[in-house]
């Protein structure tokens, strides 16, 4: 008897989980969320910072966490790149404009340096995960409509952002295969996870031109 053998690629694509789009968070909804973050930090100041490169840069908030100020290259003409990490594995980002020019300016005013953690706690550890979701609770609670389609969106996890911007993304037209380069997952990974961004409702098939083209040449009918 023959056993399929499933690799562990293969496992993670199975077990994937449909995100539909009416969970997602629009760039407005994104954009009030992080301001109001950014307005009730107090002494967490590296809460906002945080959560808009999860928003932004698609990266996972375990990620984002983790980052080092020598994770983050910053070139010439607000251009950059930084090296995130996930399952012992070190991919390249390169960073929105506007991104590199906000990590400049946090780097100088914080006074970090580049064996500091980018998004350091209040006690220069790593980012209290219990602030961050506090945090997040109170600003889905002020932001979002309370939807009785969709009460659960208030529950949804910080990681709701990186889903954002990756559908974000892929809805600019920009290739599956950077996108899921980007984000460190594969591109079949994103048409489970993403699958109203590669629907082809709209596609008309020429059906009789289909079966046509498809049939055996006259020689090989019995």
Not at 11 to 27: N, Q, T, Y
Not at 124 to 135: E, R
Request: aromatic residues 6%.
């Amino acid at each position: 008897m023959l056993h399929s053998v499933i690799s562990p690629e293969e496992f993670r694509i199975v077990c994937v989980e449909v995100m539909d789009e009416e969970w997602l968070h629009s760039e407005e909804q994104v954009r009030s969320l992080l301001d109001l973050v950014r307005e009730q930090a107090g002494t967490h100041r590296s809460v906002h910072p945080f959560m808009r490169m999860v928003a932004e840069q698609a990266l996972r908030p375990s990620e984002a966490r983790a980052l080092r100020v020598s994770d983050v290259v910053l070139l010439e003409r607000d251009l950059g790149r930084l090296a995130a990490r996930h399952n012992g594995i070190v991919r390249e980002v390169p960073l929105q404009p506007q991104v590199a020019v906000f990590l400049r300016e946090w780097i100088s005013e914080s006074g970090l340096h580049d064996a500091d953690l980018l998004f350091p706690g209040t006690r220069g550890g790593p980012l209290s995960p219990s602030a961050c979701q506090q945090m997040w609770q109170q600003a889905q609670e002020a932001v979002l409509p309370r939807d009785e389609l969709y009460p659960w969106r208030l529950g949804e996890p910080i990681s709701i952002l990186r889903d954002s911007c990756l559908v974000k993304w892929l809805r600019m037209g920009i290739s599956p295969v950077t996108v899921a380069e980007w984000a460190g997952v594969t591109p079949s990974w994103l048409a489970l996870r993403y699958p109203h961004c590669f629907r082809t409702e709209k596609v008309e098939i020429d059906w009789d031109h289909l079966a046509e083209a498809m049939a055996l040449p006259d020689s090989l009918k019995s």
